[in-house]
């Protein structure tokens, strides 16, 4: 389903099939429904199929089992967090029929909406478009680049950041049918988190806290006082020199903007390349363009020392056996992030983590549960941080910042502890015919049975659609 209109053609499909009480929604490429059993299941997917639609899985929407808790857990489904991962998970609960809550330290929607993805693009988009005015190519076109007024440039990215994260975000709890709990959350126990005091019995709990940017211990650095991803998205001013220290993804994206506004940008990296984890011809490529709008490239180079003198930071970077200074207004230390577990209580939930606050072990699974016992989603999941000292050769995985599209924790979404979900559901329009309307223990004499059923359609029309599912929202 691709539109409002697919959604009517699909809900005509399953009425004529003998469905009844309806609700599609062509954004998650679902419908719902009970179905008279009577009417048979190769009925209702003849008559999608007739409809122009290839209609996936169904899935019987039980009202499920008690809480694994044994009493009355306050939510099934309690997300520490409110990211991309986390509301990924928790539409995922919602429509399983979970009783979902999430709870968050910071600001709603977490790094990406924030300060991550769509802030660091909209500055890459308005830099890229000073650059090229200043920078004409074509014969016969004048374009010339006005001074910039970078406070008026970062509100506007404000406002925008305001704009998606209530559309993507904040108008979701709601049509969803979750709670979020403002505060920040930890483990009291196994199997009880407290928000900001309060006590909360959650029958599974999903850590989705993400990461904060991670500096290197490089003598003199804190002391000097630098940038970071977060801090860099609100500069008011551009500075004239700029050091970039880590030049991977967030470093070289947020290293160009400047670069594009005008700022003398240098790279140092302690890879051999910068882009370290991409194939060589990319960082090739990369270093190419950066170098032709005039950046200057250091990799591999070893930063020794950042110092303070006055308002410039100097860097002392080994290079080779040689050792060179740079001179900068700001440094930007763009070397990866670490996970935000500190805090969370973890050893009181038994999970037992490393040195850097990621997790090393398995959490046991509640007995009896429904799920799998698995690790938590994002960063708060095994991983390495920015290597400072990356080995030859060897490539990893960037499970921090999500190279490849989609958030690399919106893609692992996975749950901690699980247990069997009751089946109760408020969301909008489908609590009355899901859940505590439907026979515990089978239907009563005589009455027909009905099923509800949900189950995704993919339009089977070529060319009628942009695709069938959409990736959670982020
Ligand atoms: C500059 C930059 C640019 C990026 N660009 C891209 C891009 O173009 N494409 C892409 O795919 N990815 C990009 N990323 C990566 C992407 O933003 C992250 O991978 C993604 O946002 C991680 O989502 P998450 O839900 O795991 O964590 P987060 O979004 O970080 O959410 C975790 C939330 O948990 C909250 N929290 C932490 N501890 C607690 C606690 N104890 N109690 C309650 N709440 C807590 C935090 O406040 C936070 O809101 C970028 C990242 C950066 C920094």
């Not at 029958?203 to 940038?227: C, D, E, F």
Request: charged share 20%.
């Amino acid at each position: 389903m691709t539109c409002t209109d697919c959604e009517h053609h699909v809900t005509a499909a399953l009425e004529q099939a003998g469905a009844e009480q309806f609700s599609a929604d062509f954004r998650r490429g679902l419908a719902r429904f009970t179905w008279p059993e009577s009417a048979g299941e190769a009925a209702l997917r003849a008559a999608v199929a007739r409809a122009g639609y290839t209609p996936g899985r169904l899935r019987a929407e039980s009202p499920g089992t008690a809480a694994a808790l044994g009493g009355e857990a306050d939510y099934d489904l309690l997300v520490l967090g409110a990211g991309s991962a986390a509301f990924a998970a928790a539409i995922r609960g919602r429509d399983a029929g979970y009783r979902v809550a999430l709870a968050e330290a910071g600001t709603l929607g977490g790094t990406c909406v924030n300060v991550g993805c769509v802030p660091s693009k909209a500055l890459l988009a308005a830099g890229a478009a000073y650059w090229a005015a200043g920078h004409p190519r074509f014969a016969g076109i004048t374009t010339s680049a006005g001074p910039v007024d970078l406070a008026a440039l970062v509100a506007q990215k404000d406002d925008l950041v305001d704009a998606l994260r209530q559309e993507k975000y904040a108008g979701l709890v709601d049509a969803y049918g979750f709670d979020v709990l403002p505060g920040h959350a930890a483990f009291t126990g196994p199997d009880t988190v407290e928000v900001d005091g309060r006590a909360i019995r959650p029958g599974a709990v999903l850590i989705a806290t993400g990461a904060s940017p991670a500096a290197p211990p490089i003598p003199g650095l804190s002391g000097a006082g630098y940038l970071t991803s977060t801090t860099a998205l609100d500069l008011k001013a551009v500075p004239r020199r700029l050091a970039v220290i880590g030049a991977n993804a967030v470093g070289l994206e947020l290293g160009q903007f400047f670069l594009h506004l005008g700022s003398a940008v240098i790279f140092v990296d302690v890879a051999d390349r910068i882009a370290p984890f991409e194939e060589p011809e990319v960082s090739q490529a990369l270093a190419g363009v950066l170098a032709g709008q005039g950046a200057t490239i250091h990799a591999p180079a070893q930063v020794l020392a950042v110092e303070r003198d006055g308002d410039m930071r100097r860097i002392r970077a080994a290079i080779g056996g040689a050792e060179i200074v740079i001179d900068a207004d700001e440094v930007l230390v763009a070397t990866g992030r670490a996970p935000n577990s500190a805090g969370l209580g973890l050893q009181a939930a038994g999970v037992a983590t490393d040195g850097r606050g990621a997790r090393t072990r398995r959490v046991r699974r509640p007995r009896g549960s429904a799920l799998p016992d698995t690790p938590p989603a994002g960063p708060a999941g095994p991983q390495r941080p920015h290597r400072h000292r990356p080995r030859p050769g060897r490539r990893r995985p960037d499970r921090g910042t999500g190279r490849g599209g989609l958030p690399a924790a919106a893609r692992r979404c996975r749950l901690v502890r699980a247990g069997p979900v009751p089946g109760r559901l408020r969301l909008p329009g489908l609590a009355p015919r899901l859940g505590p309307h439907r026979p515990q223990h089978g239907p009563s004499p005589g009455a027909p049975s009905r099923r509800p059923l949900t189950g995704p359609f993919r339009p089977a029309r070529a060319g009628h659609g942009h695709g069938s599912r959409r990736p959670p929202a982020r």
